[in-house]
């Protein structure tokens, strides 16, 4: 009897383990652990004002994130760029009022339940109320627990953001080729980090300093012009000299449109991949962007998968069937520059 319930005891340890093990291999984030691989998914623009902010109000907090989350729980990084400050401060940067953006704390908590790890932050629109708002949004994300790129208290305080998964090192590191508008520049108060051609040494220093410190580093680029799908010299400069200095991927917005792709010395560069959470804007295009989910393993070689997004009602949707097929290909049309 006793020989019985050894054996009946030992079959039942032997299906829980197979049970917990297929468990296991049905789980994206212990399959990317098991293998020693990172999957980083990586969006464009997030505006939470205007016509977001209507849209929250009407469907709660939540709703700009419905179409992604599932998404950006089973990677292992997600990364996006706030578009706008996180506060309640008075006293907007002296532009066009249209222009000048904001959106309430609680937005840092949304986003981290929708999946969202590091928020870039070096762009021309984070310091619209000026030094306080970006402090605001920088103790927002701290309180949420969010990392972030590209600001920091002083310019001298801006420093890498580093994070590690599954044994592999990642730094990332944000710059914004366009300054605040309408503000007084001051180095000694909370700002951002800027990458301007013919003043590029320094972020070469940067770059080559925190590629040393990791396995892999993304650079995230706020540059370009708005609306166009060309690729402007500049950018093309910028991206070149950030791969020089060690960079292993390059991405970027603010032409609030898909641009070009390219593989430089072997690294993937992606000039612009669209606006991501946003209300609807008038010139064509605007409604369609790209989430790439790059698989990095410890010897830093990476695979990049285009997911192709369409902006419907301010909510960011994976685009399905004709939808997708046409992101496909007019990826193809606009990275005909780089095809040599």
């Known amino acids: 009897m006793l020989a019985r319930w050894k054996k009946i005891v030992a079959a039942m340890i032997a299906s829980a383990i197979a049970v917990t093990f297929i468990i296991f291999l049905n789980n994206e984030n212990f399959m990317h652990f098991y293998k020693g691989e990172v999957v980083i998914s990586i969006a464009g623009d997030i505006l939470l004002d205007r016509g977001v902010a209507k849209a929250i109000t009407n469907n709660g ?21 706030l578009e ?78 580093f994070i590690k998964k599954n044994g592999i090192h990642i730094g990332v590191l944000s710059y914004s080729s366009l300054p605040p508008e309408g503000f007084m520049y001051n180095d000694e108060n909370a700002t ?32 370009g012009t708005e609306y166009r799908h060309d690729v402007s010299d500049l950018q093309i400069e910028i991206a070149h000299t950030a791969i020089d200095a060690g960079a292993s991927a390059v991405v970027g917005t603010h032409p609030h449109v ?19 959470v946003f209300d609807k804007q008038i010139p064509e295009g605007t409604d369609k962007a790209l989430i790439l989910q790059m698989t990095v393993n410890k010897d830093g070689r ?16 994976l685009a399905q069937g004709q939808e997708a097929a046409q992101a496909e290909a007019d990826m193809v049309r606009y990275s005909r520059r780089f095809e040599q």
């Not at 907090?61 to 760029?81: C, E, M, R, W």
């Not at 003043?199 to 990791?214: P, R, S």
């Open 61 to 81: 907090i939540a709703y700009p994130y419905k179409g992604v989350s599932q998404l950006f729980h089973h990677d292992d990084i997600t990364i996006a760029n």
């Open 84 to 161: 706008c400050p996180l506060t309640q401060a008075d006293g907007g940067a002296m532009k066009e009022k249209r222009f000048v953006f904001k959106a309430d704390a609680q937005n840092a908590d949304a986003l981290k339940s929708a999946g969202f790890d590091i928020l870039m932050l070096a762009n021309n629109h984070t310091m619209d109320y000026r030094s306080q708002g970006l402090t605001d949004t920088m103790q927002a994300l701290d309180s949420a627990g969010i990392f972030y790129a590209g600001a920091g208290a002083s310019k001298r305080e801006i420093e890498p953001c």
């Open 192 to 223: 951002i980090a800027y990458a301007r051609a013919g003043f590029l040494d320094e972020m070469k220093n940067e770059i080559a300093q925190t590629a040393a410190q990791c396995d892999f580093l993304i650079v995230y680029f706020h540059w």
């Open 258 to 276: 898909l641009q070009g792709r390219e593989t430089y010395k072997g690294m993937p560069i992606y000039y612009s991949i669209g606006n991501f």
């Open 302 to 317: 990476v695979g990049v998968e285009e997911l192709p997004v369409v902006i419907k009602n301010c909510q960011p949707h």
